[in-house]
């Protein structure tokens, strides 16, 4: 009746068919029947029993085999006995082959389809405005990325959770987590905070997880929102001078473009390439404008251009993080 080993699978429902004949190869009427199946494992131990339905087509009927009765069980090799309940209690097993054996096999093997959800990435943040009335800071909103799960059915809804790994660019930043359940995006979607914290210039990577029920199966789309605090400035330029007469050296650094978002204290190494070799150069910011505009530099270290007589290098660039935000992307795992 069942002389082919059965394969059964973790993380679906199985449903079996059954085929049921004679000893000529005939089937056989099972339609009043009371049949059963009875699963052990190799060792004997009893691990479930299920009902056998009947089918339209005389002799088959199927077996459903629930997903849940399989989840605690790793894969293995099980046995399985099919027999009819008579009325008087007793029971009469249907053999499992043409050399009347009772015992069925059947491999239980891992999950048939997929249970891992691909990583999604954040890649895109746009700024909110590119004059910002807050000369300090860049507001910037990320591409709204898909969160619904394909798994959802396979796990209780208070196990879910989502994570997210970031990866930083040294600055300072307030990054606000924010998810919707409408269906498509538009500009009248409402979004709401699940999730906020704090980045330092210290920081490179952080791994957040978000469960339930901040995080839930209703959510659709999931968004990343940060405040960046352009401390270390974007658009400054400066005229280096360099005089030496004789023995003495005499240096200037003028503000040609004064940029925003600096701060006194700040220290910015221009490389040598920037004003015709001979080393690098470090300027300190020693006073600020009320935009963040740098009104006074400081050197730090010698100007290293050539010797004799005054050298000048107009409107040398001093750092310019503008294309550079506070996050470089994020890994989403649902």
């Known amino acids: 009746m069942y002389q082919n ?11 079996l068919t059954l085929d049921v004949k004679n000893a000529d190869q005939k089937r056989i009427d099972i339609a009043s029947m009371d049949l059963k199946m ?5 060792n004997g131990l009893f691990l479930g029993e299920y009902e056998i339905v009947p089918g339209i087509t005389t002799g088959l009927a199927t077996i459903n ?7 605690l069980l790793d894969p293995q090799f099980l046995n399985f006995t099919i027999y009819r309940e008579n009325d008087d209690d007793t029971k ?17 093997v891992g999950s048939a389809v997929s249970t891992q959800e691909p990583e999604r990435y954040i890649t895109n943040f746009s700024p909110l405005t590119n004059t910002d009335v807050r000369p300090f800071l860049t507001t910037y909103y990320s591409d709204a990325v898909e969160i619904k799960s394909s798994n959802y059915l396979n796990r209780p809804e208070n196990t879910d959770s989502i994570e997210l790994e970031f990866f930083f660019n040294k600055s300072n930043a307030a990054v606000t987590v924010q998810v919707t359940k409408d269906a498509i995006i538009s ?3 409402i979004w709401t905070d699940i999730l906020s914290f704090g980045v330092f210039p210290e920081d490179t990577t952080a791994t ?3 469960t339930y029920p901040k995080y839930n199966r209703s ?13 270390t400035g974007e658009g400054a330029t400066v005229d280096l001078i360099k005089t030496q007469i004789g023995e003495t050296v005499e240096a200037g650094f003028l503000p040609n473009k004064k940029g925003r978002g600096y701060r006194v204290g700040d220290v910015y190494t221009i490389p040598a390439e920037r004003f015709g070799g001979g080393g690098a150069w470090q300027l300190t910011v020693n006073n600020i404008d009320g935009q963040g505009g740098v009104s ?7 100007i290293p251009v050539s010797e004799g007589g005054s050298v000048t290098y107009k409107d040398i660039q001093v750092n310019d993080p503008s294309k550079t935000k506070a996050i470089d992307k994020i890994i989403i795992k649902v």
């Open 219 to 231: 959510l659709t789309w999931l968004r990343v929102k940060f405040e960046q605090t352009t401390y």
């Open 38 to 42: 009875s699963v052990t494992d190799v």
């Open 296 to 302: 006074e530099w400081g050197a730090l270290t010698e």
């Open 92 to 108: 009469t097993i249907l053999y499992a082959d043409t050399q009347f054996g009772a015992v069925g096999q059947m491999e239980l």
């Open 5 to 15: 080993r059965i394969k059964i699978y973790k993380g679906v429902d199985n449903v």
């Open 187 to 189: 500009s009248g979607t």
């Open 208 to 210: 957040k997880t978000i």
């Open 65 to 71: 085999i629930p997903e849940d009765d399989l989840d």
